[in-house]
């Protein structure tokens, strides 16, 4: 069983509140502190999740130089204020970064169908006969 410890509790808890705060930025015609706070918030979370040493080690892989580039490139442009282009800068890098992860996620979606309640929901929904 894994164990969690009180930094990641509240990293997670963290970034959660930078997710809203994105949410809540974009959701305002791009609101630059807004979305600024979330970005902050969101990173912080994540170094507060899985550590200082594992978020360096994610975000400058050789691999992974790219996604990095932009995507903390956005960060900088929406902390100076130029949220349109950061976020689209920013979308692009994390797009570069998690590429590998979408096929598991979307698997892992698509078994949802096996589900028994979902299955029910979605035989009924499905048929357009």
């Given at each position: 069983?894994v164990?969690?410890?009180?930094?990641?509790?509240?990293?997670?808890?963290?970034?959660?509140?930078?997710?809203?705060?994105?949410?809540?930025?974009?959701?305002?015609?791009?609101?630059?502190?807004?979305?600024?706070?979330?970005?902050?918030?969101f990173?912080?979370g994540?170094?507060?999740?899985?550590?200082?040493?594992r978020?360096?080690?994610?975000?400058f892989?050789?691999?992974?130089?790219?996604?990095?580039?932009?995507?903390?490139?956005?960060?900088?442009?929406?902390?100076?204020?130029?949220?349109?282009?950061?976020?689209?800068?920013?979308?692009?890098?994390?797009?570069?970064?998690?590429?590998?992860?979408?096929?598991?996620?979307?698997?892992?979606v698509?078994?949802?169908?096996?589900?028994?309640?979902?299955?029910?929901?979605?035989?009924?929904?499905?048929?357009?006969?």
């Amino acid at each position: 069983m894994v164990t969690v410890t009180e930094l990641q509790k509240i990293g997670v808890g963290v970034t959660g509140f930078g997710l809203f705060f994105l949410l809540f930025g974009v959701l305002l015609y791009f609101d630059s502190v807004l979305l600024a706070f979330g970005n902050v918030l969101f990173l912080s979370g994540l170094t507060f999740i899985i550590g200082l040493r594992r978020t360096a080690h994610f975000f400058f892989q050789r691999h992974k130089f790219r996604g990095s580039f932009f995507f903390l490139g956005g960060v900088s442009l929406v902390l100076c204020r130029w949220p349109i282009i950061g976020m689209l800068v920013e979308s692009y890098g994390f797009v570069l970064l998690f590429r590998s992860f979408f096929p598991m996620a979307l698997a892992f979606v698509l078994s949802a169908v096996n589900i028994p309640f979902l299955n029910a929901f979605f035989s009924s929904s499905s048929s357009m006969v």
